[in-house]
Structures are given as C-alpha cells and as structure tokens.
C-alpha cells in the first residue's frame, strides 16, 4: 500500500505565505504525476496544480504568479509554495498522486492516492 502524508497547513493573513509538503511512502516504484487539489465550504474539489515526473508543471488560473509547485524525486514530495495568499484560498488541500507500485519485486500497476487534507485558512 502506499501513503500520502500532507503537511504544512494553518491559519495565515491575507498576503502571507504557506508551504505545503507531501510525502508519499510504502510500495513504490515509481511516482508519475503529482496534484495539489483544493475544497472549499460548499464547493466542489478543483484542481489547483500538477507536476508530471519531467517537472513539467500546470496551473489553475486563480493561482498562477503565486503558487508554485515542486516535487523532490529522491524523496517522494511533492510541495506547494503558496504566496500572496487571498481570503478565497481557503479551503482543505489534498495532494493526490498516480503512483506505480512494485509488485512481485517488479514493476506493477499504476494506482491514484489521496492524501487526507491539510486545511488552510487565509483571513482577511
């Protein structure tokens, strides 16, 4: 089995700055692609960014310019730097990950994992 571990969350004025970090640990071979998701209070999970294992990097357009995210291979993170934070970013983030794992002590099927939610709260 393979675990997302989130980190990083809290409580931060308007215009500061949070670090998410996500660490994913068990049976795995290989990470493909790595997202940062996001629900507010009565909305639905949006997409806010993904990394793919090249480090080519999406964006929602709410975020461009002041997130930015990256991801550590040897260690199986994936961060999200956020800044400039607004009222409208809060909400609970999820890293979710497409992840290969070994299986047989050979490469396996690849699965996707969510992590649990780390909430962020921006006040104005």
């Known amino acids: 089995q393979v675990q997302l571990v989130e980190s990083g969350g809290g409580l931060v004025q308007a215009g500061g700055s949070l670090r998410l970090s996500c660490a994913a640990s068990g049976n795995i071979f290989s990470i493909n692609l790595m997202s940062w998701y996001r629900q507010a209070p009565g909305k639905q999970r949006e997409l806010v960014t993904t990394?793919?294992?090249?480090?080519?990097?999406n964006y929602a357009d709410s975020v461009k310019g002041r997130f930015t995210i990256s991801r550590d291979n040897a260690k199986n993170t994936v961060y999200l730097e956020m800044n400039s934070l607004k009222p409208e970013d809060t909400a609970v983030y999820y890293c979710?990950?497409?992840?290969?794992?070994?299986?047989?002590?050979?490469?396996?099927?690849?699965?996707?994992?969510w992590g649990q939610g780390t909430q962020v709260t921006v006040s104005s």
């Open positions: 990394i793919s294992s090249d480090g080519s990097t």
């Open positions: 979710h990950s497409i992840v290969r794992i070994v299986r047989f002590g050979n490469t396996g099927p690849e699965y996707s994992y």
